[in-house]
């Protein structure tokens, strides 16, 4: 198989350009993946409530809460 370089110079200057755009749009697309990691800063923040309201019922509250 040809290399992407010899395959993109083979295409008229628009659609080399359309290349370009849309492997910048992957690469970006990419980055906005490694910066999804799952972050835990939240675990205990709900703490205070662990006495008013079962785990369920927090569960449902948060999922209010972020609702809103």
């Given at each position: ?32 993946k ?35």
């Amino acid at each position: 198989m040809e290399s992407l370089d010899v395959l993109v110079r083979q295409l008229p200057p628009d659609l080399q350009k359309e290349v370009s755009e849309f492997i910048g749009y992957l690469l970006e697309r990419e980055q906005q993946k490694l910066g999804r990691k799952l972050r835990q800063t939240w675990a205990g923040a709900l703490r205070e409530y662990q006495k008013q309201y079962t785990a369920l019922e927090l569960q449902k509250k948060s999922m209010e809460w972020r609702a809103s």
